[in-house]
């Protein structure tokens, strides 16, 4: 997702990656299709195409970049899984029919609204006890109807234009090749090696989502972070949209916590342009608070400390 949002608009992403990821689980079905586990595939794709479709939808009428967000702080949980061992011997668990309808729901959604989501729900697989076949094969067996049905959806709701489709052929095409070194790589692979590559590869794509997504929502909030240092003062402050967050460590020894409202865009010059509240501290004069308004109509008025020490 990362990469694919470096040449493509967001709304494309999902397009582009459902071509590229329906392809590879067709390749992943036919190289491992002794290994699928239909007991977990007929009671998934029930629920998952439905919620599926209103992912879609939600994403024709919606920016994904923060629920690409939340997605990627969630793989980045897996990061200490990284240093737990693993059993020599997991057993297959009973699986329970409501928890595979809700986790259809959930996959179904998440992979409408952001493109696709393995990664996601590896986790849920290794739970279940699955062989890593199993989890390759089931996950394909999965994944294949979802991204069949997304394609038509995307293509309907105008996400899927003739630069979006050749990105998800050449992506497409290197998940088949990926595919098929993958059916002679695999069984090679011990089981607690795959398990930590999986989790590996969920902490990665974490971190690129969440540092993608964090610059997507940064340009379009307009947020920006600032300091300064000088002798004994320190200054840092958030901006955001109109507002601004600030601390400030003066004189080595008061502190200042400040929020101020810019001006709209549309402000008449001249009039009113910005309005804040200033706590401050210092171990001589006590607590003060007060309300500023900024933006006086005569230059330097002494009811107004300068704006400027306190916006970016």
Known sequence: MPLLGLVLPGTQVPA?????????SAARILSFRHAIRWDIVRHFAPTALP???LGAWALSRMDPACLSLLLGLFLMGNLPLLFRGSASHVSVKPVRIASLHALGAAAGFISGFTGAVGLVFNGFYYRLGLR???IVATRAANEIMLHVLKIMLYAT???LDARATAAGIAVATAAVL????MKFVLPYLHDRLFHHIGHAAMVIAGIAMVL????QIARRENITLHFAHADEDVTASLSWRRHVLAVEWEHGDEL????WLRPAPASRPGGFQSRGFVVHVSPRTGIRTARVREGCRAAGSPFCPPVSRHEI
Do not use: C, R, V, W
């Open 51 to 53: 919620f599926a479709a």
């Open 16 to 24: 582009t990656l459902s071509i590229g990821t329906a392809a590879s």
């Open 178 to 181: 990926s595919s098929i070194l």
């Open 212 to 215: 993608a997504a964090s610059s």
């Open 157 to 159: 709701f105008g996400l």
């Open 132 to 134: 890593k076949e199993e």
């Open 256 to 259: 200042e916590l400040s929020h």
